[in-house]
């Protein structure tokens, strides 16, 4: 990497600090926006007040009958005044103001904001559950057996339950648009209807025979809960194919690393016929759904929501959202973003309809949620196409299947590190081989690029390399083709590690957690851009790799042209790349790239050592070449790449020629 390179890449990456400074908003502007959308919705609370009010009123009047000697009074602006004592009229036949008192029907009165309403908690071995009367709504939910890491690093904690989300984090309500106005059941109080050990069922009653119920039933030994909405009585004011489903959640921190867990938390929908999608998962976005909806999940980096309907939300009105805290939130640093979806419940008939759904809350762990056999593991991160083709069918199987055998984490990498590069062996053999290859013929390339030095015969230069290689039985793509087989496992296990539950708050040697970084020494202060603390596995990862590249150097080609980048510089530049590169990611993803490039190291000085002698290789590459030249060249077809290289030399030549004349 030449010396304009690098003030390039020094001065784009100023540029865009400098531009994504100045353009983020001041603490004054995010005070003052703060403030507009507070007044914003005090105003939209005051009118829709007035709207319910008016409407009372209307109703009242309309349903009213008087004598015909009654005529009502109006007030400045038309409208007929009414009292708390009942609505005001003017007798024709003695000129007198007569209150006549009218009966308003009976109707379920909205909760006041404040009002948080009745907390019933119920539990099975896996969930707590706590439901409020404000809404009928799921209010928070504790995962027994989990911790946060809190909790995990306070040696006195004896807290085993982590909590997703508190009261007043979620909300799941009805919305239901009606004779101009909106029915949101998350303003209401709910009575409890019935109520048992393992279930509870929430009932509304709008009077006029209009009734809301919403039921929960956990099951038993499970991650996952029925939820059953049913209305009735709506079917003269409501079209049915309006009424939606509002869930909201705003996810607790629960992870060491806080900006990793935001970082991949977003809203993912497995439409029916196209598959899974995703919003954004670093910036806000939003998306109408494209198709019907076979379930929505909240998803971030250990733990996920879930909600299935029988039959799917339709496509109308479906709609998903995600927001990230803006800087000076009171939940930018204990919650992670929020989490907004409106789902169109798919009703045929809203004077009586019934829709079951299925929720879940759990780890993202692959085997819990394939065992609901509704592609809910889509969801991880295991890399797409042929990445996640090796994660799911090859690496996780194996991992599984040692971890379930009682090995430990530390030690299932390790034992998956060999297995992979003992399945690997023969590649990395070719690799080693075909180095060698390349080393011995090195100091005969490099007198052809004394032979040859000017520009005009660089076609004959490139002819006598191939003929070279073809001579000795070398090619310089024999190391690149092994390369590229190993590849996608590289990048497979990249994503694998990050996303692996099993990771998740399990200790090995000096990491304490192999899902998050494994500190040896806070700094206390943050430095850009390698961060607040020392990662180990990170450090031995980069020696490693710095080792193992020094041992490869001797077959990187030096450049032939001018302004050429030369690879020993980049090659020696990656290793420490990665020092600030990984030293925020997951310890069991730096060990195992540690673990494998120490085997590879091993297996090369092995290979070297007791399988392949370069004294023996290099005669015989001789013997391979004198014999081509005593049989004239004519032992083997020269390759298409050959002659078309020949033709061009061919063709430079001309060009030259004619130039000349």
Not at 471 to 497: D, K, N, T, Y
Not at 513 to 535: A, K, T
Request: proline share 3%; hydrophobic share 40%; glycine share 6%.
């Amino acid at each position: 990497m030449d010396r304009n390179t690098i003030i390039g890449l020094v001065l784009m990456g100023s540029i865009l600090s400098v531009f994504t400074i100045f353009n983020q908003p001041s603490a004054e502007e995010q005070a003052k926006q703060q403030k507009e959308l507070a007044m914003q919705k005090e105003a939209d609370k005051k009118e829709k007040a007035e709207e319910e009010k008016e409407a009372v009123k209307e109703k009242a009047v309309k349903s009213t009958t008087v004598a015909s000697n009654l005529v009502p009074k109006l007030d400045e602006k038309g409208e007929q005044v009414i009292t708390d004592k009942g609505l005001v009229y003017i007798d024709t036949l003695t000129k007198k103001e007569t209150i006549v008192p009218v009966k308003i029907e009976k109707k379920q009165a909205e909760a006041s904001p404040e009002q948080k309403g009745e907390l019933i908690r119920l539990e099975n071995e896996k969930l707590i559950v706590d439901f409020s009367t404000k809404g009928g709504k799921v209010a928070a939910v504790y995962l027994k057996g989990f911790k946060s890491y809190k909790d995990y690093v306070d040696s006195s904690s004896t807290n085993d339950k982590l909590l997703l989300f508190a009261d007043g984090d979620a909300v799941n309500q009805l919305i239901i648009p009606m004779n101009g106005k909106t029915v949101r059941t998350g303003a209401y109080v709910f009575d409890v209807k019935k109520q048992a050990a393992d279930r509870i069922t929430f009932k509304l009653d709008l009077g006029e025979g209009k009734i809301v119920e919403q039921s929960y039933k956990l099951k038993k030994d499970a991650f996952d809960l029925d939820y059953k909405v049913h209305i009735e009585g709506f079917s003269k004011e409501v079209n049915a194919k309006n009424v939606t489903l509002k869930w909201d959640v705003a996810y607790k921190k629960t992870e060491r690393l806080f900006s990793e867990q935001r970082r991949v938390s977003t809203v993912c929908m497995n439409y029916s016929e196209s598959g899974l999608d995703y919003l954004s998962e670093m910036a806000d976005d939003d998306a109408a759904a494209e198709e019907k909806v076979d379930w929505v999940a909240y998803k971030q980096s250990y733990f996920s929501s879930i909600l299935k309907p029988e039959n799917g939300f339709a496509k109308e009105g479906t709609a998903f959202k995600v927001r990230n805290y803006a800087e000076g939130h009171e939940k930018e640093w204990s919650h992670l973003k929020d989490f907004s979806s409106k789902l169109n419940l798919n009703l045929s008939d809203a004077g009586n309809a019934t829709v079951n759904m299925n929720w879940f809350f759990g780890p993202n762990d692959y085997e819990t949620l394939k065992s609901y056999d509704s592609n809910y593991d889509d969801i991880l991160n295991f890399g797409w196409g042929l990445f996640r083709w090796i994660n799911l069918y090859a690496v996780q199987p194996v991992f599984t299947f040692l971890v379930n055998n009682g090995v430990g984490l530390g030690w299932a990498i390790l034992f998956l590190t060999l297995i992979l590069k003992l399945v690997l062996m023969p590649i990395q053999w070719k690799m080693y081989v075909s180095s060698a290859k390349m080393r011995i013929l090195k100091p005969q390339v490099d007198e052809l690029g004394v032979k040859y030095p000017d520009k005009a015969d660089a076609m004959k230069k490139q002819m006598e390399m191939m003929t070279l290689y073809r001579e000795s039985g070398a090619s310089p793509l024999a190391g690149c083709v092994p390369m590229l087989i190993q590849m996608p496992i590289l990048l497979a296990v990249f994503r694998f590690f990050p996303s692996a539950f099993e990771l998740r708050q399990k200790s090995f040697l000096w990491a304490e957690d192999l899902s998050s970084y494994d500190s040896i020494w806070n700094f206390g202060v943050y430095i850009w851009p390698y961060g607040d603390h020392v990662s180990l596995f990170t450090l031995l990862m980069a020696g490693t790799t710095l080792i193992y590249t020094v041992m490869n150097s001797g077959n990187m080609q030096q450049p032939q042209q001018p302004g050429m980048p030369n690879m020993k510089v980049i090659m020696y530049i990656f290793p420490i790349m990665m020092i600030f590169f990984f030293n925020n990611y997951s310890s069991g993803l730096s060990y195992y790239y540690f673990i494998s490039t120490l085997i590879s190291i091993l297996m090369m000085l092995a290979i070297k050592k007791f399988f392949v002698d370069e004294e023996k290789l290099k005669l015989k590459m001789a013997n391979r070449k004198t014999t081509a030249a005593a049989n004239g060249g004519k032992e083997k077809k020269k390759s298409k790449f050959q002659e078309r290289l020949e033709q061009m030399q061919k063709a430079q030549q001309e060009a030259m020629k004619n130039r000349k004349k």
